[in-house]
């Protein structure tokens, strides 16, 4: 069994500054990819960025320029800083990734949502 636990979101001023953490826990043995997705309310899911194992990075549009996932591979957890954030940028903000377990199986796991709300 493998948790993902999201935490950072909140309420924030237009051009301000958030950064969430995601920590993974459980029977992992190893982590392949990480990411944050988001969803606001009466749209899907979507990608926001992903970060490899390796450290190989990708970003939608949407964010590229404002934002910054790194990991720390030795805490399995990953962050993304976002700055200069925009209220189109509200949305509840889960947590994935591609894990490897113990016992010998390997999917993706999510977390439960951090809500981020950019209002004045």
């Known amino acids: 069994q493998v948790q993902l636990v999201e935490s950072g979101g909140g309420l924030v001023q237009p051009g301000g500054s958030l950064r969430l953490s995601c920590a993974a826990s459980?029977?992992?043995?190893?982590?392949?990819?990480m990411g944050w997705y988001r969803q606001a309310p009466g749209k899907q899911r979507e990608l926001v960025s992903t970060i490899t194992n390796g450290g190989s990075t990708n970003y939608a549009d949407s964010v590229k320029g404002r934002s910054t996932i790194s990991r720390d591979n030795a805490k399995n957890t990953v962050y993304l800083q976002m700055n200069s954030l925009k209220p189109e940028d509200t949305a509840v903000y889960y947590c994935?990734?591609?894990?490897?377990?113990?016992?010998?199986?390997?999917?993706?796991?999510w977390g439960q949502g951090t809500q981020v709300t950019v209002s004045s």
């Open positions: 994935s990734a591609d894990v490897g377990t113990w016992a010998m199986t390997r999917r993706d796991y």
């Open positions: 459980g029977s992992i043995l190893t982590i392949l990819a």
